[in-house]
């Protein structure tokens, strides 16, 4: 899914935030890990890296399967169309 845009919808905001990002080369936004706990970040991206493959591992053939005719199942139902031949598996 996309993510939305963080400009200003009004243009006269959107303007002023041009001005000031070409103004002010030190200014390099907002950090995201501002008033975080710096080791309890590093733990969370350290899982969120072998998360995926570790699970990939310990699934077998038919729980893959199973996960995925339920994603397509989700897709389809989010496009508005309906498959009912994966309903029925």
């Given at each position: 899914?996309?993510?939305?845009s963080?400009?200003?919808?009004?243009?006269?905001?959107?303007?002023?935030?041009?001005?000031?990002?070409?103004?002010?080369?030190?200014?390099d936004?907002?950090?995201?890990?501002?008033?975080?706990?710096p080791?309890?970040?590093?733990?969370?991206r350290?899982?969120?890296q072998?998360?995926g493959?570790?699970?990939?591992e310990s699934?077998t053939?038919?729980?893959?399967s199973?996960?995925?005719?339920?994603?397509?199942?989700?897709r389809w139902?989010e496009?508005?169309?309906?498959?009912?031949?994966?309903?029925?598996?």
């Amino acid at each position: 899914m996309a993510k939305k845009s963080k400009k200003p919808a009004d243009m006269n905001s959107l303007a002023a935030a041009i001005v000031r990002q070409a103004t002010d080369p030190d200014d390099d936004g907002d950090d995201p890990y501002e008033g975080k706990n710096p080791a309890a970040v590093e733990l969370g991206r350290l899982g969120g890296q072998k998360g995926g493959k570790a699970r990939a591992e310990s699934l077998t053939a038919e729980e893959r399967s199973a996960i995925a005719k339920k994603a397509a199942q989700a897709r389809w139902r989010e496009s508005g169309k309906s498959d009912t031949t994966l309903a029925d598996e």
